[in-house]
């Protein structure tokens, strides 16, 4: 307390020889002892040991106007499982206390990051008041009135911990995120960015060694990848080209493009990711081998305006009004875009965004609303607040969603041949496939080049991405949703650098979704019970239908 001293400066650093203080502590003490009343308290330091109170009791009668006072502090028993949706709460800048003077009372906190930050107005309560009576100079005389404030809001989130902490076991050792969300209502159930942190070392204070550690960290812990990492969506982008090609009357489902490997135009060869090509392949069959040339093709004749447009209604490249900080939007370019940008639009930058490649940028929670509204037809929207101090809104439903502007016989061509992608031979995701009897699970693969391959060494045979420095791989991606015939969950999986979406985030993928499907009681089957009478002779069972999967 300053004004129980004479001599401030000489207690200070009597304290400091007993208790040491950095040069950051120098700094905030001296910054607050300019800005506030002396009869006002200035922390010195917080977080003390019992060894540290001691010192301070015994030294005390040289050290006036020194107290020790009990504090609260912030604790995140979830620690790194939750740190980057929760968010944390940390010390206010000097910005903070000029937009409100109670945040320069000592033990003030305010949200920095995730839920903390974007609730942080229901969180922090509402302040009390007290009326006093002061002298001249400010010395408190008596109190006249007081009122006590109001506690912060309980906010209950969507998030199913159990199913949260099983995602982050499954991806933990990747730089990676993951998205699972309920495609009826929109619920997020599961959101984890690796690697993670400890947001409890915020409300005390990061040391400068820990941040220089986080921030230079390529696979950036302090990035909440889910909605603020940006990536090429590759492969995973082709259901939209699919679906501009239908909606623009150019294409139907059963039109065919040829494939011999690659696709000459203007004097630029582009590759399919296949050097032997596809033959000739309808729509089905260009999704379930993920075939480049095909949607090369449709990306040329449809345009990127009417691509950027459709992607746009799949929540693509477009703000989605989560609950969170920092997130970003990505982007699906255009040639206005460009031309703002004082660089001109080519044909070759078309046909690249037609496979994901290019500018095209999103974001892994972009990816599972894209899947959630393929799935439904509906424009679900992701939300993680469920809950208001107990109080649970009314929950959404499929038909609170707005139907989206495309003909549901267009969707279904696009969901067959995310079936197709898993189920059917010669799909790109076999691996994907669920082991549930009779749950199935559609889905799209994707790998996302971060680096040019040339000409020369993609043709020479011998190119392995796998062999690559970590940072020169290719993302692997993955979109899934489950059960086909009646979607109820959708799942992303993005994996920085993890080279092939098919071998590395699919079968992520399919074990997340099995964790979200086991979890939930209606997914549970039981064995029927014992039979009371002898039952009748089974008639002999049919064959299979025959399914006709030649390309």
Not at 340 to 345: F, I
């Amino acid at each position: 307390m300053p004004e129980e001293t004479t001599d401030v400066a000489g207690t200070i650093e009597r304290f400091s020889s007993i208790i040491p203080l950095d040069e950051r502590d120098r700094a905030r003490i001296a910054r607050e002892m300019r800005h506030q009343r002396r009869f006002v308290p200035v922390m010195l330091r917080d977080f003390l040991s019992w060894d540290e109170m001691a010192r301070i009791e015994l030294n005390a009668p040289s050290l006036p106007g020194v107290l020790i006072d009990v504090g609260t502090r912030r604790v995140y028993p979830e620690g790194e499982l939750l740190a980057h949706i929760v968010g944390y709460v940390a010390p206010p800048n000097e910005k903070d206390v000029a937009r409100s003077a109670l945040l320069a009372l000592p033990g003030m906190r305010v949200g920095r990051a995730g839920i903390e930050q974007s609730q942080d107005d229901k969180l922090c309560g509402t302040a009390g008041s007290v009326e006093m009576e002061v002298n001249a100079v400010g010395r408190v005389m008596s109190e006249l009135n007081r009122e006590e404030g109001a506690a912060g809001a309980e906010i209950g989130l969507t998030i199913d911990r159990g199913l949260q902490q099983k995602v982050l076991n499954r991806i933990a050792d990747q730089t990676a995120s993951a998205v699972v969300m309920d495609c009826r209502n929109g619920e997020v159930l599961a959101m984890v960015s690796t690697p993670s942190f400890d947001p409890s070392l915020f409300d005390s204070g990061v040391s400068h060694a820990q941040w220089i550690e986080w921030t230079n960290n390529e696979r950036t812990p302090l990035i909440n990848k889910t909605v603020a990492g940006v990536y090429p969506p590759g492969s995973t982008f082709k259901p939209a080209v699919a679906m501009a090609g239908l909606q623009s009357g150019l294409f139907s489902p059963s039109d065919r493009v040829f494939c011999p490997g690659h696709l000459d135009v203007g004097g630029t060869r582009f590759h399919c990711w296949s050097r032997w090509g596809h033959g000739s392949i309808d729509l089905h069959q260009a999704l379930k081998f993920s075939c480049d040339v095909y949607f090369y093709e449709m990306a040329r004749r449809v345009g990127m305006d009417k691509i950027a447009e459709v992607a746009h209604q799949f929540g693509l490249g477009t703000p989605l009004d989560i609950e969170l900080p920092h997130t970003r939007t990505g982007l699906i370019p255009t040639p206005a875009w460009r031309q703002a940008h004082h660089h001109h639009w080519n044909g070759g930058d078309t046909i690249v965004s037609g496979i994901g490649q290019g500018f095209v940028q999103v974001t892994p929670l972009q990816l599972a609303t894209y899947t959630s509204r393929l799935a439904t037809g509906r424009a679900v929207q992701p939300h993680l607040v469920r809950a208001l101090n107990r109080t649970v809104g009314p929950q959404a439903t499929p038909e609170h969603w707005p139907a989206l502007d495309m003909p549901p016989k267009y969707l279904e061509a696009l969901r067959s041949g995310m079936f197709a992608v898993v189920n059917e031979q010669h799909g790109t995701a076999p691996k994907a496939k669920l082991d549930i009897p009779g749950v199935t699970l559609a889905g799209k693969t994707g790998s996302a080049q971060v680096r040019r391959v040339s000409r020369a060494l993609r043709e020479s045979g011998h190119f392995n991405s796998a062999n690559l420095p970590w940072e020169y791989r290719p993302h692997a991606l993955f979109i899934c949703f489950a059960p086909y015939e009646n979607p109820q969950y959708a799942v992303s999986v993005v994996i920085e650098h993890g080279n092939a979406g098919a071998d590395a985030a699919a079968p992520l993928a399919r074990d997340i979704m099995t964790d979200t499907l086991l979890r939930d009681p209606s997914n549970h089957t039981t064995a029927p019970p014992e039979p009371v009478a002898e039952p009748a002779p089974a008639a002999a069972e049919a064959p299979p239908p025959k399914t006709d999967t030649t390309p």
